[in-house]
């Protein structure tokens, strides 16, 4: 079965600095990985996703993701955190499968992250 | 707008009533899903259809709990004699569904239920 883990329940960094909130999964074959954002009673909103290829993923509003296939992580980072960018984020991790299959979507329990002015 | 559209956003009903939430996709996605979330945790799929078809429940889908996408178009997610441990942000996402993709989901604003 595969799974997701987001060790931290909550992350704080300064506005300004530079911010990382980690993701570590499990899956029998090839990942892809994602990264989403919530907002207060909104619903997910995709920022980038991992399918082959660079490491390095660049997605939306500035953030990025390493993969590191070794360690099994996909941590998503910032190079400078914005108060607008506190938010809950998701990581998710789908098992590649037999191409055009449907393979399930796992959704970690999420980490808060708290820009502070 | 053509991202993927949900309604009611809120829905407040008595514990034993029935509710009906509606999600339509973005237009061109073949598969649609219906999530579940609770307050600090992360979506818990409960079904997916591949066009009409619904290929995939969750065994947190109980027999109280019914979804249709007649037509491959629209879907409707109906929960029956509701209880108290119902209430929660009900998700919609919609993916392509296309060969060779990675087949991203698109979430809907949500539908958040609470059941008094």
Redesign the interface.
Known sequence: AQSVAQPEDQVNVAEGNPLTVKCTYSVSGNPYLFWYVQYPNRGLQFLLKYITGDNLVKGSYGFEAEFNKSQTSFHLKKPSALVSDSALYFCAVRDRGPSGGYQKVTFGTGTKLQVIP | DTG?S?NPRHKITKRGQNVTFRCDPISEHN?LYWYRQTL??????LT?F?NEAQ??KSRLLSDRFSAERPKGSFSTLEIQRTEQGDSAMY?C?SSP??????????????T?LTVL
């Open positions: 993927v949900q598969r600090g945790q992360g979506p818990e799929f997916y591949q290929l995939e998700l996402a569904g296309l060969a060779g993709d990675s087949d991203t989901q698109y979430f809907g604003p949500g958040r």
